[in-house]
């Protein structure tokens, strides 16, 4: 009985060294993917998983955080735009005052609207501006042809101090089909995976 008490503790013991030995390289064959990253991991339209960090401890940003140089790119003319007079010629008591060609109200947020030529880049289509952000394309402009971009601000105040004209390289994260709604682009900023982000951006506004 002994014996068999004592063989059976051997096998055990043997069975879980095997074990934490098996454990240990299924383990690091899970983690490599998510460590090194792949590209489902750096859309920004499937959101952030987990509680990401940036190397020195604080919060990520958006230029960090996605390996921007796996979406296609192309170099514009970046300009910035108000829903005032002084870029629609509409004022604020003109019933269309904020709203875009597509049908959306203005907005600056996480992921903010923008105008573009629509040869080029759709309704819908989402683009990523570093300095500004995520741009969703709502709006046309005569002045808007070829590689040119309108980007959406608040004020006249702060075209000229966050942006002004610019030549810079943005990243087509998802082409657009021609439409855009109201619940897409609140579903795109409401995102809780992207929420640390988002936050970034209202506290910066504050």
Not at 126 to 141: E, M, N
């Amino acid at each position: 009985m002994a014996r068999r008490i004592a063989m059976t503790l051997l096998f055990i013991m043997a069975l879980l060294s095997t074990f934490q030995s098996i454990s240990g390289v299924e383990a690091n064959t899970v983690l490599r993917p998510l460590l090194i990253g792949s590209p489902a991991d750096h859309e920004p339209d499937r959101g952030v998983k987990g509680s990401a960090k940036s190397n020195n401890g604080s919060a990520p940003r958006l230029e960090e955080q996605f390996d921007w140089s796996k979406y296609p790119s192309v170099e514009v003319i970046a300009t910035g735009y108000t829903a005032g007079v002084e870029s629609t010629g509409k004022t604020p008591d003109h019933p269309e005052y904020g709203i875009t060609y597509s049908g959306v109200r203005v907005k600056r947020d996480l992921y903010s609207t923008i105008a573009a030529d629509l040869n080029i880049f759709p309704i819908g289509t989402i683009l990523f501006i570093p300095g500004y952000g995520f741009g969703v394309v709502a709006d046309k402009g005569g002045a808007i042809k070829g590689h040119r971009i309108d980007l959406y601000y608040e004020t006249v105040e702060d075209v000229y101090k966050y942006w002004g004209k610019k030549k810079v390289k943005v990243y087509i994260v998802q082409k657009g089909n021609g439409t855009l709604s109201e619940e897409e682009l609140t579903r795109l900023n409401e995102d809780e995976t992207m929420q640390v982000f988002r936050q970034q951006y209202l506290e910066s506004k504050s």
